[in-house]
């Protein structure tokens, strides 16, 4: 049956749907978590220690933050995937193109395969930069949350690769969140405008909330 439903179109849509949720979830906590910095290095490292120690002594240390990264890739490699098979079986259904022009779609909509690579890009340099500190400038420090990403932010191509990240991620927001609502039935003509309503307030917020960090950063706010 789990094989039937991932054949199918509306499975794969479905998996899209879900696997977007689950990430906009952790993306909302994230950023509430992030703009702790603007309260000081004290207190966003200490945000930092208490990830590593949720759930104890029930769970042993780093577990839940573990468990919460396997769930996270999970959602990110399935809806990556079913993107990917849903955009090849979308150019199979229509090898030539349209004789007529299809209506202009939004800007959100023409970037959002864009968009995801952009963002998986970003992902991973994200990962290495601020989690194992692989290509971190000025000296990785473990366990420093606040001192690593003031020194990512110090540098231009740093501030660079995040903000374009962030307004990628705005319109994949956009578009994704209203895509998610019509694939799982909350759509109908007298919710729409609502829909559409959230899935923009959702966007500007995350993207503004993101993007006040590196923004903290360069005007000293934050250092």
Excluded: C
């Excluded at 952790?26 to 945000?47: D, Q, R, S, T, W």
């Excluded at 996270?72 to 079986?89: D, T, W």
């Excluded at 694939?183 to 959230?198: E, N, P, Q």
Aim: aromatic share 12%; hydrophobic share 50%; charged share 15%.
């Amino acid at each position: 049956m789990a094989r039937t439903v991932w054949d199918s179109t509306v499975g794969k849509k479905t998996v899209m749907a879900v696997s977007g949720l689950i990430m906009l979830a952790y993306l909302v906590a994230h950023m509430i978590g992030n703009l702790k910095i603007y309260f000081g290095a004290g207190e966003f490292n200490a945000y930092g220690h208490w990830l590593r120690t949720v759930g104890e002594p029930f769970m042993h240390y780093e577990w839940t933050l573990w468990l919460i990264r396997v769930v996270l890739v999970v959602a990110v490699v399935a809806h990556a995937v079913s993107a990917y098979q849903l955009s090849r079986r979308d150019i199979k259904a229509r090898p030539s193109k349209y004789v007529h022009k299809k209506p202009r779609a939004s800007y959100a909509t023409r970037t959002m395969r864009w968009g995801g690579i952009i963002l998986g890009l970003f992902i991973v340099w994200h990962v290495l930069d601020l989690t194992t500190g692989t290509v971190h400038s000025g000296g990785f420090q473990e366990g420093h949350p606040y001192q690593n990403v003031v020194d990512t932010f110090s540098t231009w191509y740093g501030n660079v690769i995040y903000i374009v990240a962030m307004l990628a991620l705005g319109l994949h927001i956009r578009h994704g969140f209203w895509s998610a609502a019509q694939t799982l039935g909350a759509g109908s003509r007298t919710r729409d405008r609502a829909l559409k309503t959230v899935a923009n307030v959702l966007a500007l917020l995350l993207t503004a909330g993101f993007i006040a960090v590196p923004v903290g950063v360069m005007t000293g706010v934050v250092s």
